[in-house]
């Protein structure tokens, strides 16, 4: 089955920076790969998802790359802002009547003013 | 529309007890999913269903039970609750033709 692989587990920036986690899957048929974010005590939130016939997809500071030959992709952050703190989820799915999404472990992304 | 409901947001169970754990949606969604989450461990897929009628298991099935008897309702089930299943439940649904999983707000659940 599908296995997805997340890093860094923790990351911390300084307010403007920006902020890159990573997430590498096993199945190369796995073609829907949205991000989630989760603040403390609160459901998963979807901010952004890309499906696998786009390399690249952006919402304003927010940007997910997916490179298919190597089978990892990337969410980008900008300009980051201390509400950006939260963990940070990324997934990926098989089309085509399956519901299973498999879930990274999750990065936690600090953001110091 | 409420969207997804779970009920309810916090349970405290002794091992070996039984309960069910609700989840409600009324946005008429086919896809319907159970997940638990444990601290560095990410969300695991428990048990979905793809309709009234149809289940099938996930990545972590034991110890849970599901049953779809209409389009709104996927009640997750644990019939001898084991400490190892102490954990934060969240229930999730779709429409079939999109991809945004909407999520309850979750159960806090702890086994003793």
């Known amino acids: 089955g599908e296995n997805v692989e997340q890093h860094p587990s923790t990351l911390s920036v300084q307010e403007g920076d920006s902020a890159v986690i990573k997430c590498t899957y096993s199945?190369?048929?796995?073609?829907?790969f949205p991000w989630y974010k989760q603040e403390l005590g609160k459901r998963p939130q979807l901010i952004i998802d890309i499906r696998s016939n786009v390399g690249e997809k952006k919402d304003q500071r927010i940007a997910v790359t997916l490179n298919k030959t190597a089978k990892h992709f990337s969410l980008h952050i900008t300009e980051t802002q201390p509400e950006d703190s939260a963990v940070y989820f990324c997934a990926a799915r098989t089309q085509g009547g399956s519901e299973k999404l498999v879930f990274g472990k999750g990065t936690k992304l600090t953001v110091n003013p | 529309n409420a969207g997804v409901t779970q009920t309810p947001k916090f349970q405290v169970l002794k091992t070996g007890q039984s309960m069910t754990l609700q989840c409600a949606q009324d946005?008429?969604?086919?896809?319907m999913s159970w997940y638990r989450q444990d601290p560095g461990m990410g969300l695991r897929l428990i048990h979905y269903?793809?309709?009234?009628?149809?289940?099938d298991q996930g990545e972590v099935p034991n110890g849970y039970n599901v049953s779809r008897s209409t389009t709104e309702d996927f009640p997750l089930r644990l019939l001898s609750a084991a400490p190892s299943q102490t954990s934060v439940y969240f229930c999730?649904?779709?429409?079939?033709?999109?991809?945004?999983?909407?999520f309850g707000a979750g159960t806090r659940l702890s086994v003793l």
């Open positions: 199945d190369s048929a796995s073609n829907y």
């Open positions: 946005m008429n969604h086919e896809y």
């Open positions: 999730a649904s779709r429409p079939p033709s999109g991809n945004i999983q909407y």
């Open positions: 269903s793809v309709g009234a009628g149809i289940t």
